[in-house]
T-cell receptor
Framework: EPEVTQTPSHQVTQMGQEVILRCVPISNHLYFYWYRQILGQKVEFLVSFYNNEISEKSEIFDDQFSVERPDGSNFTLKIRSTKLEDSAMYFC??????????????FGDGTRLSIL | KNEVEQSPQNLTAQEGEFITINCSYSVGISALHWLQQHPGGGIVSLFMLSSGKKKHGRLIATINIQEKHSSLHITASHPRDSAVYICAVQTGTASKLTFGTGTRLQVTL
């Protein structure tokens, strides 16, 4: 079964540094998402992406965050200048969208981001 | 703003017991998802439903749209069912998910 893959599985970065989290969604999917989960808390929506643009973003997704689909397969989340509070597990998800009706989101295994 | 409440937060059961996890939400949704999160952190989709009931193996999910409530049932629970079960509601044209806090299930022998 096709999977969403995320790299790296764990990223350790100094505060203030830029970090790029990478995701390869399922190949024929059209909708892409980033979520994050701070340790011990619930999963929170960051941003959704469709047709090469952001379709919705949360209050968390401020100017320090950006997303990109640089080629036909990768979907990246960039944090420009990391803060301690950015430490979390970041999940990428994708959804088909080519067929009518609702389809489930498929999640990657996550990237654990640790800011020192 | 949609709030998603789950109960209980923690649940311990003996192998073979019937388990129910509840979820309620506050505004209209296009679908409700039940997800399973393993200790390593990975999230797996179990069910997506917008009405009625779905069954997959020993898992059953129901939803009552009028009451804004859903339940996840596990029949004949097994230690391998131990995980965090998360309810999430889908809203908006981009179908973003709003998550509950999860129910930590431990099934013992």
């Amino acid at each position: 079964e096709p999977e969403v893959t995320q790299t790296p599985s764990h990223q350790v970065t100094q505060m203030g540094q830029e970090v790029i989290l990478r995701c390869v969604p399922i190949s024929n999917h059209l909708y892409f998402y980033w979520y994050r989960q701070i340790l011990g808390q619930k999963v929170e929506f960051l941003v959704s992406f469709y047709n090469n643009e952001i379709s919705e973003k949360s209050e968390i997704f401020d100017d320090q965050f950006s997303v990109e689909r640089p080629d036909g397969s990768n979907f990246t989340l960039k944090i420009r200048s990391t803060k301690l509070e950015d430490s979390a597990m970041y999940f990428c998800a994708s959804r088909d969208g080519t067929r009518g009706g609702n389809q489930p989101q498929h999640f990657g295994d996550g990237t654990r981001l640790s800011i020192l | 703003k949609n709030e998603v409440e789950q109960s209980p937060q923690n649940l311990t059961a003996q192998e073979g017991e019937f388990i129910t996890i509840n979820c309620s939400y506050s505004v209209g949704i296009s679908a409700l998802h039940w997800l399973q999160q393993h200790p390593g952190g990975g999230i797996v989709s179990l069910f997506m439903l917008s009405s009625g009931k779905k069954k997959h193996g020993r898992l059953i999910a129901t939803i009552n749209i009028q009451e804004k409530h859903s339940s996840l049932h596990i029949t004949a629970s097994h230690p391998r069912d131990s995980a965090v079960y998360i309810c999430a509601v889908q809203t908006g044209t981009a179908s973003k998910l709003t998550f509950g806090t999860g129910t930590r299930l431990q099934v013992t022998l």
